[in-house]
């Protein structure tokens, strides 16, 4: 890789401070490149935090039962650990000690952060004195959220997420059966129009305040889909900084309208091929694991159980020491996966004639392909190019391996998860599981375990298309 780096020409400085991406400027990078769903690189080393301390909410999503998360932000059917803002300073005290890779603290459902906003205020106010550099994130389904435009601003509040499902009312309708507002309930189109004029408004004014905005999409295929495009062309318009486009979580068990009403949600290839198709409208975020109300952790994985409130300490005061020796550490090793990247680039720049592709990684994290196959709970997929390798999602998997032997109704489910997957890169595949992949059309190795994920994704494809990249892996 050192050989690599002085081929392709360094793309950070010595020290590792990469100056960002190149579709966004320095300052920008400055503000998204702690928060793991702002920034899709950011993922791999940062964490987030949520506490569920504002349980009310002023719509009805179809999509929704309150006695679990919500959906907007959540997976719905786990409940939630509901917190008071005492008991909400204490965890997130207790995680920063013990959690190194935090950064951010969102307060996301269930309920309606902006609703409840005396809570969701007291908490990040508390939170903010005991660690100031904890980004503070919240996330609303934008009705309340003009009247409280202004004191978030005065917070420092830089993270705003709304969730728009669509900008006509008729398809709102089809959505959400009421909206609470200015005292009285609210039903059908009229409901929705209020909603989607109080959404663009409270984004309008986030933007006009420098305050960065993402817009969460839920997918509902037959209902919202294809409108989607134009929710994109909107939000850009008028200033969003990231699209997320979720699928719809429908099941009968989770008790909402749409789960007992049959509706469904997309595939993983619906949902890319609509992804695909608002490509150079608002940038989008592709790698959005649909969290809980009370994650704790990088995402993709979920240590809330580790803190519960019944296991924390009497009293807890904050260290910063841990999470300031991580912050150091990263800022070198991701100069280093952001020349890896470039380097790979350069590599597959020279791949002639060769098609697109879908490759799923098992990865632990930090970027490289460190997981056994057996034990992936989900594969990030990546397309790759001669133009290049790009992050395309994630694919949630059941565990294939416990203890030393493979199920067999979770190999069933990987397959029909991969759908449109070529290869698969892990750390280990035994000879068994390689082959029946085979059989199904899917290539498996794990001849770059360890390797940076672009890298070794970009040594496999040139190795398969005609030229050896020796420089390429770590
Ligand atoms: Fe939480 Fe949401 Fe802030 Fe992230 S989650 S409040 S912006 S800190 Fe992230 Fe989870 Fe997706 Fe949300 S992966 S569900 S987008
Ligand atoms: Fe449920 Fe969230 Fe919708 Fe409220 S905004 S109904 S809590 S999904």
Avoid at 318 to 323: G, I
Avoid at 441 to 467: L, Q
Wanted: hydrophobic content about 40%; some cysteine; charged content about 25%.
């Amino acid at each position: 890789m050192r050989a690599s780096l002085a081929k392709s020409g360094c793309a950070s400085s010595s020290c590792g401070s990469s100056d960002g991406p190149a579709d966004m400027s320095p300052e920008m990078w400055e503000r998204v490149k702690d928060h793991p769903c702002y920034s899709e690189e950011a993922h791999h080393y940062f964490a987030r935090m949520h506490v569920a301390v504002a349980p009310a909410c002023n719509i009805q999503c179809n999509y929704c039962n309150r006695k679990y998360d919500c959906a907007n932000e959540s997976r719905p059917g786990v409940v939630s650990e509901r917190l008071d803002p005492d008991q909400a300073v204490k965890k997130v005290i207790a995680v920063a000690n013990e959690v190194p890779q935090l950064s951010v603290l969102g307060i996301a459902g269930p309920g309606d952060a902006c609703y409840d906003w005396r809570k969701t205020k007291e908490t990040f106010e508390r939170v903010s004195k005991e660690i100031p550099d904890l980004k503070l994130c919240l996330s609303t389904n934008g009705l309340a959220l003009p009247d409280y435009v202004d004191e978030i601003a005065d917070m420092a509040i830089d993270h705003v997420t709304i969730t728009i499902n669509a900008i006509d009312p008729e398809i709102g309708a089809k959505i959400y059966p009421w909206v609470f507002y200015d005292h009285r309930r609210w039903t059908g189109v009229e409901a929705s129009r209020i909603l989607l004029e109080r959404q663009m408004l409270g984004l309008e004014m986030l933007v006009a305040r420098d305050i960065l905005v993402k817009v969460n999409s839920v997918m509902i295929p037959g209902i919202n889909d294809a409108h989607l495009i134009e929710v994109n062309k909107a939000v850009k318009e008028k200033g969003a900084f990231l699209h997320n486009i979720m699928p719809l979580i429908s099941d009968p068990a989770h008790g909402t309208h749409f789960g007992l009403t049959g509706q469904r949600g997309p595939t993983p290839m619906e949902v890319k091929a609509l992804q695909d198709k608002v490509e150079g409208g608002t940038k989008l975020m592709r790698h959005c694991r649909q969290c809980r109300a009370d994650a704790v952790g990088i995402l993709g994985e979920d240590r809330g159980q580790e803190f519960t409130m019944d296991q924390l300490p009497e009293t807890v005061s904050y260290d910063p020491a841990r999470r300031e020796e991580y912050r150091s550490v990263v800022a070198t090793v991701r100069g280093e996966h952001a020349a890896t990247k470039e380097a790979a680039k350069a590599d597959l720049a020279e791949v002639r004639d060769a098609p697109v592709l879908l490759v799923a990684v098992a990865t632990r994290g930090g970027g490289r392909i460190n997981l056994h196959f057996g034990h992936a709970q989900e594969f990030q997929v990546f397309e790759v190019s001669p133009g290049g390798v790009t992050f395309v999602g994630h694919r949630k998997v059941e565990q294939y391996c416990h203890g030393g032997h493979g199920e067999e109704r979770a190999f069933d489910g990987i397959v029909e998860t991969l759908q449109g997957v070529s290869t698969v890169l892990c750390a280990k595949i035994g000879e068994a599981p390689k082959d029946r992949l085979e059989k199904v059309g899917i290539k498996a190795s794990d001849a770059h375990a360890f390797d940076w994920i672009e890298a070794g994704i970009a040594a496999w494809y040139a190795a398969e298309y005609g030229t050896q990249p020796a420089m390429l892996t770590a």
